[in-house]
């Protein structure tokens, strides 16, 4: 089976059968861009961006206390 980059428009090559009935996500290695793929008995039924914002991933994370004493208090 193959299928188009819905960013790119490079064709993946998915001609594996753990592909014939999957959802999930594909990865394009020509743009690296991350797609939701849906796929029955071979067919491609559905497939859109995948929904993580990975431009404002550092803004996402808050900073944490470590405590050097394993988990005790103190």
């Given at each position: 089976?193959k299928?188009k980059?819905?960013f ?17 996500s ?16 071979g ?6 961006p995948?929904?993580?914002f990975e431009?404002?991933r ?15 208090p103190?």
């Amino acid at each position: 089976m193959k299928v188009k980059c819905i960013f790119c428009g490079h064709e993946l090559n998915l001609d594996h059968c753990v592909f014939d009935n999957y959802t999930g996500s594909v990865k394009c290695f020509s743009c690296s861009r991350m797609m939701e793929l849906r796929t029955a008995r071979g067919i491609a039924y559905s497939k859109y961006p995948l929904a993580i914002f990975e431009t404002k991933r550092n803004s996402a994370l808050v900073p944490t206390k470590f405590s050097t004493s394993g988990g005790k208090p103190g």
